[in-house]
């Protein structure tokens, strides 16, 4: 009888193509899903733990406006749009028209890792990618944690993997809630708890295909808070679809494609002197969204990889304002479509066995179409303000070229240089809006991002379990979007119409530039049981050139610290996590102070079974006061101490 060959056994991961060994000349640092769900259990907040890294606005998820959570590092802000690009299993997670990132859907997720890297100009990741990047990686196990909170919050996730053959299939599903806090300090009868209900659900399947695998996707989350007063409601929703293929070996190959679709409501309220009545401003009833995409990598035995990606997004708002005896009198509609299609080649060669060369190019081009803002008059539909917008399009080539050379097996030392860009998203360009007494107009003229930067480090690992490394950059963002501060109300301007006393009129505008420069530092040391952890950014970002010439761009500290502690027992687990972050102006004309802030977080996890837990976790847990923003007269607070108490189910051997 002939023997038969074995049965080839084919191993799904979910997981991507593997880092390739280029990426070392650029740093980065890399986040486990322990770490990600820690303390808040909220994706930003882990993100945090990396100095440099911020929101827009120090505000939690649970109380800021989604639209102004875009991520950015180095100090390379100025409004709320991402200069940070961040993906979920090489899928873009910015909101199609808005850019900014809507975290408590990516927080309900059983997460594998988060790489984190600042610094832009990665030709892989492509446009966007101008501050950073975070790729986030999913994983599919069976977890769960169920926790109750202070201010009657609930906080629940939950995830089962089944195994079929050689694929499997994972669920999850996430639902959190809160009364909420007050927003400010001396509150007047307007004033209410800033209420929260958010979920996200969805699968992913992971199937066999010859030498390679399948990933398929789908999710779907919905977000709603309360901003302080009473009927100052907000809705964000969405859904995701996205499959992956991957094939390793010889050649690779990794092959994205996905579709997102969301929409966004928002009521604005003004609020007299006294805090006691409010009167509406502006409804946007819905801003319906969509973003496409296809991306394909290939990597070749001679250490080249080749891609392309296309990108595709379009949305528009609709809204009522102009408000009589809280009747709304005007309509607005405002948005447009963008396009952004590129293709990059990265080479890589040792030129010695303690040395190593990389160097990438890419090109892209653009195209911004169907721009509209039209306002119209409700009583009768006559047009009162059109403004088109004629397709405008252009190439955007970048590049970087990165070393790195081991003199000793313990000392690695870098340095890199790129450059990047970003394109305005579809809010910058076409829709103006207001906050408070503030408002801002848009601008359809507005001109790419792009950034120039250098980087030098250094990584030293003495002992097992011991490192530190340390990363000095030189950064220059040309043409940086910023809302802009024109003139002071009373008055009638154009794009917004009036603005009251005490108010201001901004427009979004290109600034001549940015110039950041600073010093990164992380460091961790791992001693037995115990895992010490340490984050520091010091930098300076200056505006170049124009009315804010030398002034510092608006949410920008100068420096931030995160130092955190962790000891793993047989059966009890304890981590504490410190942050601060230095003042920061909240305004462009740099008149508005936020003070320091210093928070720290805590947690224990005892041990019921080998995989039962109970958790006791704390945010600001010595309840520091820290401002975020400003209403009227008054700073809005962060957070305020917040206890959890839960049970948790840790994946089959997990921690």
Known sequence: MMDLPPAETIIVTGQPLPRVQADAAYGGVMLDGDALAAASGRIEDALRSVAGVQLFRRSSSRTANPTAEGATARGLGGNAASRVLVTLDGVPQADPFFGSV?????SARPLQSALVVRGGGSAAAGPGALAGAVALESRDETEALLRGGSRAAVDSRFSVRMDAGSGRLGLFAGYGRGDGHLLVASPGIADVPARYTQWAAGGRAVLPAGSG???????????????????????????????????????????????????????????????AATSIVLDQRKTPATGLGV?????????????????????????????????????????????TAGGFVELETAVSPSALLTAAVRMDHWRLGDGLLRETAIPDGAV?????SSARTGWEPTGRVGAEWRPAPALALRLAGYSGWRLPTLNELYRPFRIGADATAANSALRPERLYGLDL?????????????????????DNPIANVTLASGPGVFP??????AGGFYRQRQNLEAIESHGLEADAHVQLAQVRLTASLALQRATVRGGILAGLDPAQTPRIAVTAGAQWNGALMEARLLLRHAGAQWEDD????????????????????????????????LLDAPFATGFSGAQTERGQPRTIWL??????AGGS
């Open 495 to 500: 794009g917004v119409g009036f603005v009251p």
């Open 213 to 275: 695998e399948w990933q398929f996707a789908m999710a779907g989350f919905e977000d709603r808070r309360l901003r302080g007063l009473e009927g100052a409601h907000i809705a964000a929703r969405g859904g995701d679809v996205s499959m992956r293929f991957v094939q390793r070996g010889r050649w690779e190959v990794e092959a994205v494609g996905w579709a997102q679709l969301r929409d966004f409501a928002s009521r604005t309220l003004a609020l007299d002197a006294a805090r």
């Open 457 to 477: 480090g250094a990584s030293w690992q003495p002992l097992t379990g011991v490192g530190i490394g340390f990363t000095g950059f030189l950064n220059r963002l």
């Open 646 to 651: 839960g049970v948790r189910l840790s994946p």
């Open 102 to 106: 809507n975290w408590p859907a990516l």
């Open 589 to 620: 004309r740099n008149t508005r102070l936020l003070a320091e802030a210093t928070t720290i977080d805590a947690g224990l996890l005892a041990r019921l079974t080998r995989r039962w837990a109970v958790t006791l976790d704390a945010e600001n």
């Open 295 to 339: 991306r394909l990598e290939v990597r070749a035995p001679e250490a080249v990889r080749l891609g392309a990606e296309l990108r595709h997004g379009q949305g528009r708002t609709q809204e009522l304002f102009r408000f009589q005896a809280g009747v709304p009198t005007r309509m607005r509609e405002a948005g447009g479509t963008s396009l």
């Open 384 to 388: 009162t303000l059109e403004q088109g």
